[in-house]
């Protein structure tokens, strides 16, 4: 019992080991593949978004636009679960180790050293709890960003997009190319043949196969 339970932190500290690769692969990912997915989703019409403004937003500006969140409240759930991580993971990991608005402190104990803590202040009082960054575990991080990737891959908007992105051809954003993309939307099997179709002209191309 005691050698399994040792495997298994050894692979819990190796994941901790690895977080803020992950957490900027992920998110660098999240942003990429946001404006991948302009093109198939219905009822956005590409004509009134400047796509250069949208690249240059934030993740979750894009997600904002992507997702109807008044009503689809899973997106909802999962932007908060995701703006949680960020703010409490990533920006800190990635900017000095500092969270916002004073949220990073480290109160000195005698015998112990600097203990890290964070504080919350309300309009009533002044919350405060040790244990450093954030308050999601490795796994519940994980847990996170596979739940996001299921519901891309599965979401009734989205769910053409990513097998579209998976298939690595190249996306474009003309008119034409986004009514062409849609009009193959009628079903899961009728777009992957639209896929394979497209995979066939793109080889073609490349080699010179006309």
């Not at 919350?120 to 999601?136: D, I, P, R, S, V």
Request: glycine residues 4%.
């Amino acid at each position: 019992a005691i050698k399994s339970h040792n495997t298994y932190l050894k692979r819990i500290n190796a994941g901790n080991y690895y977080l803020t690769s992950m957490l900027d692969s992920y998110f660098s990912l999240l942003e990429h593949t946001l404006v991948l997915l302009l093109p198939f989703i219905k009822g956005i019409s590409l004509a009134n978004i400047n796509l250069e403004t949208y690249i240059g937003n934030n993740w979750k500006e894009k997600y904002k636009i992507v997702f109807p969140l008044n009503t689809d409240k899973e997106a909802l759930r999962l932007l908060e679960r995701l703006d949680k991580i960020k703010e409490d993971y990533r920006n800190p990991l990635t900017h000095g180790y500092f969270q916002k608005n004073g949220h990073s402190f480290y109160v000195h104990m005698k015998n112990l050293g600097a203990i890290p803590m964070s504080l919350t202040k309300t309009k009533q009082n002044l919350k405060f709890h040790f244990g450093g960054l954030g308050h999601y575990t490795y796994i519940e991080i994980c847990k996170c960003f596979d739940d996001c990737d299921i519901y891309f891959a599965d979401n009734e908007l989205t769910k053409y997009g990513m097998s579209y992105i998976k298939s690595s051809l190249s996306i474009a954003f003309d008119t034409q190319s986004c009514k062409k993309y849609q009009s193959a939307m009628k079903s899961l099997k009728h777009f992957d043949k639209f896929i394979k179709l497209m995979t066939h002209e793109h080889e073609r191309a490349m080699n010179m196969d006309w």
